[in-house]
């Protein structure tokens, strides 16, 4: 009895293993939150989705954002390219600012600059929106 | 259990015994393609001549004197002037020696055939590039059961420049898509036991920031071309004819294997919440 559940087991974590293979990106982060960095802890601007797609050999992301405050927010934000070693891949972008009316809900997307971009983070900063980090 | 084993084991030596890899050549792409030239011809001849002569004698005497003179001029000028242009065409055929590696190694892949060395077609008479029965009368399939005739539908190159959504950047894109038909014939009977056309495509795409020069990996293109080319045809040639399976596919096998290969096009979506 004891042998049948070591060995479902050990079936179990082969699956989730191999699952977490094969999903590529999605495998190693379980949420949005998992890509995002923040300097310091938005209070009014929160990502709610990204997607990623790869286009031509090109990893395509889309963030949505919300300003959850009655209030426009300045947000500024750039991608981080990784390759499949976790290194940074292309050049250091510069910040981009955007403007994010009350209650509105923003798309940000990305093409990496390479082939060679198997993930990425991005860095989110909102300098008049941020709360200690937590 | 021992009888049940040995009963086994005898009917898959009687199966194996039963079942032969037919000995299939695979030509090379043959193609037939119009073209047409663009001729300009420009031929100028001009000649011109010109002869003077003058003579001159005088005599003078006690009693008399006479004074006599000529002179002639004699010119002459010939041109000629003639331009023609406009454009001929002519149907050239010929065989394309590429691309069909893959196919002949896809083919020993799955070991259900045996691949044959075709002789390749050098006549300078092309007319007779498609008589497949006269090549197989000529004997240019040694050893073969089958021939597996390829021409090309259609090839096409493609670079592209697109602007990237969202970013004020572009990528290039040099693509290669090639279409072939394919006939499987039985060298004694000619008898067709399977036919199709399959596609390769192949691409590279490099990222455009602005003043960067991209050099196309070409190679690469070639390369995924005759790998999808191959894949394509063994994959359509084996649905069709499989002696080692008897009766064909059901037509239920065939549309999910449609199915398959068209959703694995689609694009892979990730969400992340």
Known sequence: MKRTTNFRRLLGCLVVTA??????????????????????????LEVQSIRIVRRNDFLNVQADLLNTDRQ?????????????????????????????????????????????????????????????PQ | MKLIIAGLLTSLCLTGAAFAAPKIAVTDLSYEERVQEYFHVVAAHSKSSLKASASHSARDSDFSSSERG?????????????????????????????????????????????????????????????????????????GADYVLFGSVSSIQWRDEINPIQGANKYSQTLSLELVADFNLINTKTYEVKAAFSAMGEGQDAKFLTGNNRVVMNRGKVVSEVSKSLGLDAARQLEEQFDPSRGAGT????????????????????????
């Open chain 1, 72 to 132: 426009t927010q300045q947000l500024f934000y750039r991608f981080k390219w990784l390759d499949n070693a976790g290194f940074t891949v292309g050049a250091e972008e510069g910040w981009k600012p955007v403007i994010v009316y009350g209650n509105q809900k923003k798309l940000i997307e990305a093409v990496a600059p390479v082939q060679a971009a198997t993930d990425f983070r991005i860095e989110l900063h909102s300098p008049d929106n941020n709360g200690r």
């Open chain 2, 70 to 142: 000529r002179s002639s001029l004699n010119a002459k000028s010939e041109s000629s002037y003639y331009e023609a242009e406009g454009t001929y065409s002519y149907i050239e055929r010929g065989e394309l020696r590429k691309f069909t590696a893959d196919v002949k190694g896809e083919m020993l892949k799955s070991g259900i055939y045996r691949v044959t060395t075709a002789k390749p077609y050098t006549a300078k008479n092309m007319e007779k590039l498609y008589d497949v029965i006269a090549r197989i009368k000529q004997g240019m399939y040694p």
């Open chain 1, 19 to 44: 699952a977490a293979l094969v999903g590529g990106v999605d495998a190693q982060a379980a949420s949005a939150a998992d890509k995002v960095e923040q300097l310091g802890q938005m209070r009014s």
């Open chain 2, 250 to 273: 059901s037509r239920s096998t065939r549309e999910s294997s449609f199915k398959s290969s068209t959703s694995s096009m689609e694009e892979e979506v990730i969400i992340l919440r």
